[in-house]
């Protein structure tokens, strides 16, 4: 997994990149924990779907037989309704190839119904190798990404920032004798020598869960940022946060419950790290084990805010 960018700086590049949410709404699709950003995973999956469907999903009496994979063949188009006021607010569309692959990503982010930011995914061997993103969407490629990997493992990113053929930021990993991450660098340029330094520490043992990356943001050997994980017996996350300056005090937070079934049934966030969370988000799945909607309690005071549903259209479903 390529390591993500420090949370809070991500979501005003988010913002910056693709537009702000209408001025009176407190959240934004940048704030949206449902939805995996471009680079921020590398083996598939779906970023409307935070937990794996059921293994052994309901048997279809409308006609459809399910995949394997139920994101196989299918288009997942997220309606953001900031305001509860029936009015799309931002549109995101995923598109799933026959493996469930995702391979393009389309924002639209004032729900104009014209996409404004668009990424595309290639897959080789079930591995994501190549990726682009045109912005702002006039069928020009702005910035491309190459993935390396080797026996499996993902050991380098190049990111060509302005698309004209040079990498402008390479990563490379690192990994233990059991194919665990243990570090990576970051070298903008690039010209060999590390800007920024990453370090995995996992719990002990073989099966060992990710506790914290440490974030050297300037490779002078001091660890500027901490992120943690916090897991649960059966290894479902629980808590994450994030410190900021690495002074040991996380400056945001959140935290994850489950029901019974193994799926996400809320998700708190508390942005300023004082114990009180100010968003809810309460997830509903659809029969295959894929969330379908959620919304929003801001305050936690019982009174939902905003909502996001999200339509499947699959080929095996008709």
């Known amino acids: 997994m390529a390591p993500l960018p420090p949370l809070l700086l991500f979501l005003v590049a988010i913002l910056a990149g693709c537009g702000a949410a209408p001025s009176d709404s407190a959240w934004s699709s940048a704030a949206d924990p449902t939805v995996?950003?471009?680079?921020?995973?590398?083996?598939?999956?779906?970023?409307?779907?935070d937990t794996a469907p059921d293994s052994t999903p309901d048997t279809d009496d409308t006609g459809g037989e399910p995949p394997e994979n139920v994101y196989a063949d299918c288009t997942a188009t997220l309606t953001y309704d900031y305001l509860l006021d029936g009015v799309p607010?931002?549109?995101?569309?995923?598109?799933y190839d026959g493996d469930g692959r995702r391979v393009a990503l389309?924002?639209?982010?004032?729900?104009?119904?014209?996409?404004?930011?668009?990424?595309?995914?290639?897959?080789?061997?079930?591995?994501?190798?190549?990726g682009t993103r045109d912005l702002p969407c006039d069928g020009i490629v702005d910035q491309t990404w190459i993935w390396i990997w080797s026996a499996g493992l993902l050991v380098e990113e190049d990111h060509d920032t302005d698309a004209?053929?040079?990498?402008?930021?390479?990563?490379?990993?690192?990994?233990?004798?059991?194919?665990?991450e243990t570090g990576a660098e970051v070298d903008r340029g690039p010209d060999g020598a590390a800007d920024?330094?990453?370090?995995?520490i996992w719990t002990d043992g073989p099966e060992g869960t990710l506790e914290a990356v440490l974030q050297d943001t300037d490779a002078d050997g001091d660890t500027d940022i901490v992120e943690t994980w916090s897991?649960?017996?059966?290894?479902?996350?629980?808590?994450?946060?994030?410190?900021?300056?690495?002074?040991?005090?996380?400056n945001y937070v959140e935290t994850t419950a489950w029901d019974a079934g193994g799926r996400r049934e809320w998700r708190d966030i508390d942005y300023d790290a004082d114990g009180t969370p100010e968003m809810r988000y309460v997830f509903a799945y659809d029969r295959w084990g894929r969330v379908d909607r959620w919304d929003l309690d801001w305050g936690l005071d019982g009174i939902f805010e905003g909502l996001g549903d999200t339509t499947w259209d699959c080929a095996w479903e008709g």
């Open 36 to 49: 995996t950003r471009p680079g921020g995973d590398t083996g598939g999956g779906s970023e409307t779907g």
């Open 106 to 130: 389309r924002y639209d982010i004032d729900g104009s119904g014209s996409f404004d930011d668009v990424y595309t995914y290639t897959w080789e061997a079930g591995l994501q190798v190549a």
């Open 89 to 95: 607010d931002e549109i995101i569309v995923t598109e």
């Open 231 to 250: 897991t649960d017996p059966d290894g479902r996350l629980v808590r994450y946060t994030f410190d900021l300056d690495g002074d040991g005090a996380p």
């Open 196 to 200: 920024e330094i990453w370090t995995w």
């Open 164 to 180: 004209d053929g040079d990498p402008d930021v390479r990563t490379t990993w690192a990994y233990d004798g059991g194919g665990r």
